[in-house]
């Protein structure tokens, strides 16, 4: 729960993710572990251009690391 998070407010200023309805926005421990069950990585962990996308898949994230 957001509450909960002692953290929430400032893990806010810098989450990138643009899934509006998203539960785990600012609170990071739950959305690494809801990504990594998803076999996916977080927003955090791709540029603005590529989460946009939604696919956050590990594959993509080597795909954006090799363009750069």
Known sequence: MA????N???????CNC????CTHRGICCEC???HLRM???????????VEKTYDRSFKRFVEMCKGQ
């Open 39 to 49: 076999k996916e990585l977080p927003a955090c962990c791709f540029t603005p251009e």
């Open 8 to 14: 929430f407010q400032e893990n806010l200023k810098s």
């Open 32 to 34: 690494i572990s809801y």
């Open 18 to 21: 643009t899934y509006a309805s």
């Open 3 to 6: 509450g909960e998070c002692q």
